[in-house]
Structures are given as structure tokens and as C-alpha cells.
């Protein structure tokens, strides 16, 4: 069966400019949850969303990050006005329910700022 | 210091060797304990999940968590060279769905 699928899987942006992110979850999946994965580190958590509703967002690391799951599937990570430090990779990941259940991840998206 | 602690390596060893992989933690409200393999320009993949102190064994893979000297590890026996990758520690509080990552150490399987 698919997996969680997320698009597009490289991405160079300008400093400044505005990139869209999209995480497709499993089908299913009640629970998606975004993460920041810097060169060398281990994943870091951004937000979690349980259907539609965002319910933590306390790993975004500024108001330039912004997600939305607007019908309880399809995700999207925008982050304006791009900052280098922004560079990394965003991974996705859905869950069959929420808690503590098993995470399943997307292949990410590389984001790289210049 | 951070929360989760991970020599990254990189860890290089012959085919058929006995790995070792570590990791050390500070929170002691930490009771989900995990580790997940990551191959390159991948996703991570859960390997193993184990709950409070205690051994757990799975194929090749066993994890050990020792709750009072705040360290796990994961031992992969009969190494493979399709073991090679990034394996990142993972450990979360109870009732908590965020987990706190490890920076992961990266081994290699020479044939």
C-alpha cells in the first residue's frame, strides 16, 4: 500500500520568497505530524494535527511557519519569507490515531535557502 | 546539553559483526523509548519500541533500557551491509506524542 508521499522532494527558494510544502498521509491516517530535520541532527517536532484540527504547534520556530490540514487529509508547511536557517529537512508523518501510536514517515522535502 | 544524547560516528565495522548503538537521556519522565533507522535521503523507519526498563528482541535486533543509569541501546547481531544507515534513538514522556530524537549515528557495514 502507499505510503505517506510528500511534494516536492527538493526545494531551492531565494532568501525571502514564500515555499508550500505538501504532505499526503496514509489513507486513513486520523494523526499527521511535521518535523524540521537540520544536517546532522535528529528530527525535530514543528506541529500535530488530529484530523483537521491543529492541536500543537509549539515547535514552530516562528510566525513565518504556518500548516494547515483544511479537510483532514492532504497537509500543507508554508513558511514565509525564507531565512537560511530555514535550510533543512521537512519530514512528514501519519499516525492511525494519535498518542502514542506508530509514526509512519514521509521521505521529506529538502528545503535549501540561498 | 541536550535532552537526548548521540555519538553520531560514523560507526564502521566488517559483515557479520555485533553492533553496538547507544544512546544516553536527562529527562527522567522519559518512558517510551524507541529506535528508528534512516537510510539515506529517507524517512525514518521505526525499528523498535519498547515501554519503561527491560530487554526486547526482534529478529536481529534487540533493545535494552536501563531507566536508572538513563541509557539505551539498540544490538544488531549477524550485521548486514543493507544494515548501513543513520539509527536514531527516540524517547518520549508518558501520554506524550512528541517524541525527543537523538541525533542519530551513522554505521557502515563493510562486505
Known amino acids: 500500500g502507499a505510503g505517506v508521499s510528500q511534494s516536492p522532494r527538493y526545494k531551492v527558494a531565494k532568501r525571502g520568497q514564500d515555499v508550500a510544502l505538501r504532505c499526503d498521509p496514509i489513507s486513513g491516517h486520523v494523526s499527521l505530524f511535521w518535523y524540521q530535520q537540520a544536517l546532522g541532527q535528529g528530527p525535530e517536532f514543528l506541529t500535530y494535527f488530529q484530523n483537521e484540527a491543529q492541536l500543537d504547534k509549539s515547535g514552530l520556530p516562528s510566525d513565518r511557519f504556518f500548516a494547515e490540514r483544511p479537510e483532514g487529509s492532504v497537509s500543507t508547511l508554508k513558511i514565509q519569507r525564507t531565512q537560511q536557517e530555514d535550510s533543512a529537512v521537512y519530514l512528514c508523518?501519519?499516525?492511525?490515531?494519535?498518542?502514542?501510536?506508530?509514526?509512519?514517515f514521509g521521505p521529506g522535502t529538502r528545503l535549501t535557502v540561498l | 546539553q541536550k535532552e537526548v544524547e548521540q555519538d553520531p560516528g560514523p560507526l564502521s565495522v566488517p559483515e557479520g559483526a555485533i553492533v553496538s548503538l547507544n544512546c544516553t537521556y536527562s529527562n527522567s519522565a522519559f518512558q517510551y523509548f524507541m529506535w528508528y533507522r534512516q537510510y539515506s535521503r529517507k524517512g525514518p523507519e521505526l525499528l523498535m519500541y519498547t515501554y519503561s526498563s527491560g530487554n526486547k528482541e526482534d529478529g536481529r535486533f534487540t533493545a535494552q533500557v536501563d531507566k536508572s543509569s538513563k541509557y539505551i541501546s539498540l544490538f544488531i547481531r549477524d550485521s548486514q551491509p543493507s544494515d548501513s544507515a543513520t539509527y536514531l534513538c527516540a524517547m518520549s514522556e508518558g501520554g506524550s506524542y512528541i517524541p525527543t530524537f537523538g541525533r542519530g549515528t551513522s554505521l557502515i557495514v563493510h562486505p
Open positions: 508523518a501519519s499516525s492511525l490515531d494519535g498518542s502514542t501510536d506508530t509514526q509512519y
